[in-house]
């Protein structure tokens, strides 16, 4: 669904780009998956790393937009298991922002909203968007959603690769499972804030 959308969101851009002679066509990758071993003095993603994703690919290839996706692998549903993927994410949103303030800040900025994308192109700088692909990094305190809202993630995979805490996940699809039928009552509440924050909810992985 996620890439559907997405999609959408292109061919909507090259449409009005192409009635529009003036306007240009903005090229986006809505999912860069990232290791925050790259986001360090001696190695960072403004080198010609041997990862498809650093800025002189984004450069030559003329890449406008970079989706960084904040992952969190599928862990036990107890109080470790949050505790450490919400670490996990905490590390990669912390690593982006390395990049944009630290190594890149001359090459390089955050956008929030498709505002802030037409203004940092028109400086002549590349536009870095953030993703977290499954919620089950926000643990079981629904203000996480508010905190990774301010570190700028624009869209949430409620699920990835596995049942959590808010959802099922397509994947019991295969082995008949599910843990809530969908979405659960603490999974409800947080569709609720991610919509009030205007945030995208990605619904390519939950099974109903």
């Known amino acids: ?18 009635n529009n002679s003036t306007a240009p066509i903005i090229t986006i990758d ?7 071993a790259n986001f360090n003095d001696s190695i960072n993603y403004t080198m010609n790393t041997d ?14 937009v970079a989706w960084l996706v904040v992952y969190t692998a599928q862990g036990d549903l107890n109080k470790e298991g949050y505790e450490d993927a919400f670490e996990n994410a905490i590390s990669k949103f912390e690593a982006i922002d390395r ?5 890149a800040p001359d090459k390089v900025e955050l956008a ?13 700088k590349k536009v870095i968007m ?35 805490q808010f959802s099922d996940s397509n994947t019991g699809e295969f082995d008949g499972t599910a843990l809530h039928d ?5 999974g409800k509440e947080v569709v609720e804030l991610l919509n ?9 992985h939950p099974s109903k």
């Open 130 to 164: 953030i993703g977290v692909e499954n919620a089950y990094s926000m643990g079981l305190d629904t203000n996480n959603v508010k905190k990774f809202w301010e570190k700028g993630a624009r869209y949430v995979s409620l699920t990835h690769n596995g049942h959590n």
């Open 112 to 124: 929030l909203n498709s505002n802030d994308v037409k203004r940092i192109l028109a400086k002549g």
């Open 51 to 64: 990862t498809q994703f650093n800025l002189p690919n984004m450069i030559q290839g003329e890449l406008d």
């Open 99 to 103: 990049l944009i303030n630290v190594y």
């Open 30 to 36: 809505s999912h860069i998956d990232i290791d925050v």
């Open 196 to 204: 009030y924050h205007g945030i995208m909810i990605d619904i390519s």
């Open 182 to 186: 969908g979405l659960s009552d603490l």
């Open 1 to 18: 669904m996620k890439k559907y959308l997405f999609l959408a969101l292109i061919l909507t851009s090259t449409i009005i780009a192409c």
